[in-house]
Every structure is written in C-alpha cells, then in structure tokens.
C-alpha cells in the first residue's frame, strides 16, 4: 500500500514541479537591467545627475545655464571635467567622480563632457574675445565697489537692503551659496534664460578682465563670516536665540 501512496504523491507533484517554470513574476531571459555604472547614455546620466540643478534642457535651472554658448565657449574640456568630476568649493555643485565621493566613474563623466558639448556648444559667439576662465592675479576689493555700482546696481540694487529688479546678489545667504569662480562665470557668460546679459551687454560697454576680477574679490569681500547664522550669540547652550553668552574672561 505504501509504494502506490508515494507513487501518487509524485503524480501529484510533477505538474506544480512543470508550472514553476512559468510562475507569475519569474524574470524572462533578457535584456537585463545594467548595472549603474555601466550606463553611458548622456540621457540618463544628465537626467539623474544634472537636471534637478541645470534644467531639464541645459536651462531653467537654479545653476549654471549649461545651454548657454557663451558659457561653452567659455570653459574649455579640462576644466568643464574637472567641475564634474571635483565639485566647486564653497558651492552647491557636489563632485561626482567615484573619488570625491559620488559614484560616476571616468567614463560616465566623460560621456558627459561629450554630451554638454554636441548639445549646446555652438561656435564661438565671443568671436575670440573671450576673458580668460580663471582669473590671472587677485582682484583689488576697493575698486571692485566702484565697479559693482557702475555695472551692477542698476539691476542688483545698491545694498542687501535695497534689491535691484533683478534681485539682491549681496544677500548674505545668497553669497553663502556662491564661489569666486562662479561669480566670474556668470558675469562673462551671462545668464540668458534670466535675461542676465553676458559682460558685453553693459550700457558702458564691455567690462575688461580687470573690471571683472576686481567686481569679483568685491562681491566675495561682502561674504558673511557666519553665512546662515542670524544669531551670532547663540549657541546650543543658550535658552533662547540672541541669548547674550558669557565672554571668555567670564568662563
């Protein structure tokens, strides 16, 4: 009796055993899902690591306009690399290169600098003219102040506290979020999707490479020591914000 019970068991089970190969959720052969750091698509890599910041389309972005050609002739291979790759100090931009603590190897980084240029770079509407990227010495403060009022105020305003139509770039939190590099870039290349001309559109004329790099240790001259801290006497210790704390001689 025992040997038909077993034999029918087996009967029962060999069709589940044959369904199996066709359970509901089982993956089918192929294509297979890539690995991360085995997509090379511009696409992709700019949609999920560059659009939330640049635009969806290079533009619109709260970053840098990379649909700009002012800004692609402007920057050349290496140093565009180099922005991705490393990140700005001092700035929102991270790095994204598997050394500086993100995960895109120097493939993906290169598909990128390949992608930036076949989609946006167009010629050369400097015409040759263009100031250098980086600046070439340090800028004079004191004479960036006469620059900022001449060439900037007109849209940025005099003061934090009195804002151009454009919007006040001498805010603190503002300045907290930006480098020296960044300035520069923008005043050169300008911001066209924010109707920011680049730094041949000025009712003076074209500002020259002095005038920039000066405007520029200016703006950086006006950082907040404290940038976001609006209550310099505050301390985790004390019970409420603006809290007056003991001085060193006191402690």
Same mark, same amino acid.
């Given at each position: 009796?025992?040997?038909?019970?077993?034999?029918?068991?087996? *009967?029962?089970?060999?069709?589940?055993?044959? $369904?199996? *190969?066709?359970?509901?959720?089982?993956?089918?052969?192929?294509?297979?899902?890539?690995?991360?750091?085995?997509?090379?698509?511009?696409?992709?890599?700019?949609?999920?690591?560059?659009?939330? *910041?640049?635009?969806?389309?290079?533009?619109?972005?709260?970053?840098?306009?990379?649909?700009?050609?002012?800004?692609?002739?402007?920057?050349?291979?290496?140093?565009?690399?180099? #922005?991705?790759?490393?990140?700005?100090?001092?700035?929102?931009?991270?790095?994204?290169?598997?050394?500086?603590?993100?995960?895109?190897?120097?493939?993906?980084?290169?598909?990128?600098?390949?992608?930036?240029?076949?989609?946006?770079?167009?010629?050369?509407?400097?015409?040759?003219?263009?100031?250098?990227?980086?600046?070439?010495?340090?800028?004079?403060?004191?004479?960036?102040?006469? #620059?900022?009022?001449?060439? *900037? $105020?007109?849209?940025?305003?005099?003061?934090?506290?009195?804002?151009?139509?454009?919007?006040?770039?001498?805010?603190?939190?503002?300045?907290?979020?930006?480098?020296?590099?960044?300035?520069?870039?923008?005043?050169?290349?300008?911001?066209?999707?924010?109707?920011?001309?680049?730094?041949?559109?000025?009712?003076?004329?074209?500002?020259?490479?002095?005038?920039?790099?000066?405007?520029?240790?200016?703006?950086?001259?006006?950082?907040?020591?404290?940038?976001?801290?609006?209550?310099?006497?505050?301390?985790?210790?004390?019970?409420?914000?603006?809290?007056?704390?003991?001085?060193?001689?006191?402690?």
């Amino acid at each position: 009796m025992r040997m038909p019970r077993l034999l029918a068991g087996f *009967c029962a089970l060999a069709p589940i055993a044959l $369904a199996s *190969c066709n359970l509901p959720g089982k993956p089918q052969p192929g294509p297979e899902v890539p690995r991360p750091e085995e997509v090379t698509s511009f696409d992709k890599l700019y949609g999920a690591n560059c659009a939330g *910041c640049h635009g969806v389309n290079g533009q619109n972005g709260a970053a840098t306009n990379l649909a700009n050609p002012e800004y692609e002739t402007l920057i050349d291979d290496a140093s565009l690399r180099t #922005v991705i790759a490393m990140g700005e100090k001092g700035t929102l931009m991270p790095g994204f290169a598997v050394e500086s603590g993100g995960t895109l190897t120097d493939q993906q980084i290169d598909a990128l600098v390949q992608g930036i240029r076949s989609h946006w770079r167009k010629g050369d509407p400097f015409r040759g003219q263009t100031p250098p990227y980086r600046a070439t010495h340090p800028g004079d403060p004191t004479m960036g102040q006469a #620059v900022y009022l001449g060439e *900037c $105020a007109e849209c940025h305003g005099s003061s934090a506290r009195r804002p151009g139509k454009a919007g006040s770039i001498l805010d603190g939190s503002f300045l907290a979020l930006i480098n020296e590099q960044m300035i520069r870039t923008t005043i050169i290349a300008g911001r066209p999707d924010l109707g920011m001309p680049d730094w041949r559109g000025h009712s003076s004329g074209p500002m020259t490479d002095d005038e920039i790099t000066n405007v520029t240790a200016w703006l950086m001259a006006q950082k907040p020591a404290l940038p976001g801290q609006p209550y310099p006497n505050f301390s985790p210790t004390s019970e409420k914000p603006g809290a007056k704390q003991p001085s060193a001689v006191q402690r």
